[in-house]
T-cell receptor
Framework: GQSLEQPSEVTAVEGAIVQINCTYQ??????LSWYQQHDGGAPTFLSY????GLEETGRFSSFLSRSDSYGYLLLQELQMKDSASYFC??????????FGAGTRLFVKA | DAGVIQSPRHEVTEMGQEVTLRCKPI?????LFWYRQTMMRGLELLIY????????DSGMPEDRFSAKMPNASFSTLKIQPSEPRDSAVYFC?????????????FGQGTRLTVV
């Protein structure tokens, strides 16, 4: 089967750093993406890792370890507007993208 | 570009009725995806097309669901007959598959309620 595991909820304070982990088990693997979704909105793309290592985009960074089937999203200098759901997604065989169940991030003042 | 455009934004229908959801992908994108999102099941991939051809429809729940992509700028997802358990937000997404980056651009979704 195919599965992606990520925590259901994370709470952090404004200005802090938070890490959202994702482990996956899929029949094919081309890369790991992260998406953000605010309540009532559409998922929006944050990052994509095809190779091992850290990718940095502003306050957000994403890491991948293919040998461990593991990745994480790191959010720094948290802001209230970062409160949202964050999904990891695997680009599996045939360009199919499978999403995890999502992690709901609550940022407190 | 206006992004991925879906219509309608909201649909309320009675059980047994036919429902058609519409999607206009971003011009130049060669892949289109239909997803369904519910609290219980999260984001599920229903079907995806590459160059207007259905590649994988293994996520389509049953024969009541069908999807078409008659040309590069239009796709439909049809449910006939609809049932209350089909109530969900349906997203269409498009991307340009073939490069390193596989960013998918999502439409704003259609919130379907079947009563």
């Amino acid at each position: 089967g195919q599965s992606l595991e990520q925590p259901s909820e994370v709470t952090a304070v404004e200005g802090a750093i938070v890490q959202i982990n994702c482990t996956y088990q899929t029949s094919g693997f081309y890369g790991l993406s992260w998406y953000q979704q605010h309540d009532g909105g559409a998922p929006t793309f944050l990052s994509y890792n095809a190779l091992d290592g850290l990718e940095e985009t502003g306050r957000f960074s994403s890491f991948l370890s293919r040998s461990d089937s593991y990745g994480y999203l790191l959010l720094q200098e948290l802001q209230m507007k970062d409160s949202a759901s964050y999904f990891c997604a695997v680009r599996a065989g045939g360009f199919k993208t499978i999403f995890g169940a999502g992690t709901r991030l609550f940022v407190k003042a | 570009d206006a992004g991925v455009i879906q219509s309608p934004r909201h649909e309320v229908t009675e059980m047994g009725q036919e429902v058609t959801l519409r999607c206009k992908p971003i011009s130049g994108h060669n892949s289109l995806f239909w997803y369904r999102q519910t609290m219980m099941r999260g984001l599920e991939l229903l079907i995806y097309f590459n160059n207007n051809v259905p590649i994988d429809d293994s996520g389509m729940p049953e024969d009541r669901f069908s999807a078409k992509m008659p040309n590069a700028s239009f796709s439909t997802l049809k449910i006939q007959p609809s049932e209350p358990r089909d109530s969900a937000v349906y997203f269409c997404a498009s991307s340009l598959v073939g490069g390193v980056n596989t960013e998918a651009f999502f439409g704003q979704g259609t919130r379907l309620t079947v009563v």
